[in-house]
Each structure stands twice: as C-alpha cells, then as structure tokens.
C-alpha cells in the first residue's frame, strides 16, 4: 500500500510540474517576440536605441504599457539637475514635453496585433484592439494606444497638469529607478512680467538642445544635431553644443596629420642618427618615444571610427587625405627621380666604395639586417646596403677592407673582399 501511495504521490508531482514547464516556455517565447516587436523603438529622451538596454529600462503606465528607454544615467545623482537624472525618471518627469512633440507616426497598433501582449488603455484598463484605437505619438516615434480619442484627451489633460500623470513604475536594469517621482529643475526659467505671445510660445515650447545625453559608441552612423551627443576620449568631454562639436570636428581632423607629421618626422631622424656617431641607446630610445606617440595618435583614430559619428568620421577622412597631400606626395616624386633604384649612392661614388662577397648570407630580414648592424657600428662607415640575391655588400666610407671582412667573420659570415676604395696618392 505505501508503495502505490508513493507511485501516486510521484505521479502528482509530475503532473503539477508540467504546467510550470509549459508556462515557462511560454513566458522565454513572449519575451523574445515583444522584443522583436520593439527592436526599432528608440529613447524619447536621447534617440538610442532602447534595445542596447535590453528592454529592462522603461516607463510603465497604469495597467501595464511600458515607453522603453536607454541605460543612459542610473539616477543616483539626481540632484545634480537634470542631466543625472535616469532616462526612465526623466521620461516620466516630461511626457507632457514628449507628447507634444512634432513626431509623426504610423496609424498602426503592431503591440494589438502580438499575441503574447495585451495592450490597455492607461484611463481606464479595457483591452485596446487594433480595430480601434487612438494613440499619442512620442517624440522619436513610441507611441501610447487608448481606446477612444475621449481617453487620449482626458490622458493629455492630465500630462499638462502634473509630471508622472498616468506613470505606475520606472524600471532602471530590472530595479527601481532610485529618482522616480523626482522632478528635474525646470531648464527654461519662468521669470517674466509680460504676457507671452502665441509666437514667443511656439518657440519655447518646439526649440529644441543641440543635442541630448551622452555616448561613445552609436549603433551604427547616425548625426549628433537633434540626436544623442558625442563623448569624446574622456568622460567630461561632451559635445553637447555646436561649439563644442566644431572643436571636436577640427580636433579630429588634425588627428591624422599629426599623425602623418610625427611618421615623417621619425623617418627623417632616423636617417640622420643612423650617420651620427653618438649613443646608439638614446637614439633608439629617441625613436622610440616617436613611435608609441605616433601609435597613440593611430589608435585614437581608431576610436572616432567606432563612436559612429558621422560628422567626426568625415572630419577624419578629411584628415587623412591632406596628411597625405602634405606628408607623403612628395616623397614618392624624390622616389621617382631616382628611378626607383635601390641605393644610388653606389654607382655615384663608386672610387670611395667597398664591396665584399659573402655567400652565407640566405635572407635579407635575418642574414642581411645582421650583416647591416654589424657594419653600420664599424668607425668610419657611412652607409650599408645589401643586395641579397648576388650576396654582395656595399659600404662607403672611409674604413679599411681588412676591418669590414674582420667584422663580419665576427658575426659568423665568411667574406672576400672584391673592391676597395681607391686612394690617391699622398693618403694614408
């Protein structure tokens, strides 16, 4: 008997558990198809888009219609003023502002039509149908759905008469926002003795910031005017004005010609130490420094692509195109003049050259860079240059054949000397 009891008792259990299974099936399939649903929804407050925040940062209204919203601040220094304040809080704090806004939307209720979500009307919780609705448009495009435009009207009545009408909740990453039902200084000081004219409201009421809260990275190429602003580099760099965004756009157009500058510059010392007879170590530590100056320059180049701004990326093709008018045109003419001949040095003085044979040489990267600094190091020598495919070396300057060939035995290559400089009669 106690074993039927427990077979049964196991029976139950798994009977009771399936429904929670299926539920929860359910539940993971409704998520994902509401956030294909809202995948192009966008911030009221800062145009980004609401799906990097993973749908858990919105505004939701009485009986559950939710106005997604980005991760942009966490709230907690609200106090600071309105910059600090969540998107969601914020939302809530000037839906009236965001209601009022010139957006147009389509006559359309796609959340009517989504099985998984049931839209109520925030006035009075009946079911909201895509056969009949009205709608207020959101500034960048969310909308709010209602049953009939007398429910829109009384819900408008109420924005204009206290901040959060209509809001139950504010959700920042799933918790709650930490400044819901704060209300942000007002932005636009009402300190006025004479009446307003229809005009001078219109114009308040629609001008709107340069641009609006703050990113590093936008989701693909978008425009910082009327959009989100611009955080350049560092944290208290943003362009968060036209004058702002112009020093940016120039500081970032001198990126890459620095850039170009610092690759020449090097060049060019690098050829003038290689004939100084000074310290090899501080003139490798020398070029150094250039080189990491030179890579940060690249690197910061590298991030202004990745921010996505399509004024900054501009101002950076610009860049590189006249760091390459200025820096490198002109270096392929000097290339050119030459004839492109590999070290013409040697057939201009030819009486003042050495030329050693040294068959052990195999590669240039390996075999010929140490054969280079070898000889380079030796007193007297000018300047090295060899030719790997008939393993010969050519050295100018003043030093001994005997020293030259010394000085390759000692770093393991066998060498003949085929040319020695020719001397006049008189020299040493």
């Not at 930490?178 to 636009?188: E, G, I, M, R, T």
């Not at 010394?406 to 400089?421: D, K, R």
């Amino acid at each position: 008997m106690s074993l039927r009891r427990l077979v049964a008792a196991a029976g139950a259990c798994l009977l009771m558990a399936m429904p929670g299974a299926d539920a929860h099936g359910a539940h993971a399939h409704a998520h994902a198809h509401a956030a294909g649903v809202n995948d192009d929804k966008r911030c009221p407050s800062c145009n980004m888009v609401a799906k990097d925040a993973n749908f858990t940062w919105y505004t939701e209204l009485n009986h559950g219609q939710k106005i997604y919203t980005c991760a942009m601040n966490t709230g907690l220094d609200y106090k600071e003023g309105e910059k600090a304040f969540s998107h969601p809080a914020l939302v809530g704090a000037t839906l009236h502002d965001l209601a009022n806004s010139t957006t147009t939307c389509s006559n359309a209720c796609p959340e009517c039509d989504d099985p998984s979500t049931v839209v109520k009307d925030p006035n009075s919780g009946a079911v909201v149908t895509s056969a009949s609705f009205s709608y207020i448009c959101l500034k960048r495009g969310q909308k709010i759905y209602f049953t009939s435009d007398a429910n829109k009207q009384v819900f408008l009545l109420g924005l204009a008469a206290s901040p959060y009408f209509g809001v139950q909740n504010m959700s920042c990453g799933g918790a709650v926002c930490p400044d819901q039902y704060q209300v942000p200084p007002a932005s636009v000081p009402a300190v006025t003795t004479a009446p307003s004219t229809p005009a001078t409201a219109a114009l308040v009421t629609d001008s709107e910031p340069f641009c609006t809260g703050a990113s590093v990275m936008f989701s693909g190429f978008q425009t910082t005017v009327h959009g989100t602003c611009v955080k350049l580099f560092f944290q208290p760099w943003v362009l968060n004005s036209g004058v702002k965004y112009a020093f940016g756009f120039l500081g970032v157009f001198a990126l890459p010609l620095l850039n170009e500058y610092l690759v020449r510059t090097r060049e060019r010392l690098r050829q003038q130490l290689r004939k100084r007879a000074g310290n090899k170590r501080l003139h490798k530590l020398v070029l150094t420094v250039l080189y990491m100056m030179q890579m940060t320059l690249a690197y910061l180049a590298m991030l202004v692509v990745m921010i996505y701004d399509t004024g900054l990326f501009i101002a950076l093709i610009f860049g590189f195109g006249a760091g390459f008018l200025f820096f490198k045109v002109d270096k392929q003419t000097a290339a050119a003049a030459t004839g492109d001949m590999a070290a013409p040095w040697r057939f201009q003085d030819f009486k003042s050259l050495s030329i050693l044979h040294a068959p052990g040489m195999m590669c240039l990267a390996n075999c010929g860079a140490t054969v280079t600094r070898a000889l380079e190091a030796a007193d007297g020598v000018h300047r090295v240059y060899v030719d790997i495919a008939d393993k010969c070396i050519y050295v100018s300057g003043g030093t001994p054949g005997k020293v030259l060939v010394e000085t390759l035995e000692n770093v393991g290559f066998e060498a003949t000397l085929l040319h020695e400089p020719v001397r006049i009669s008189g020299e040493p």
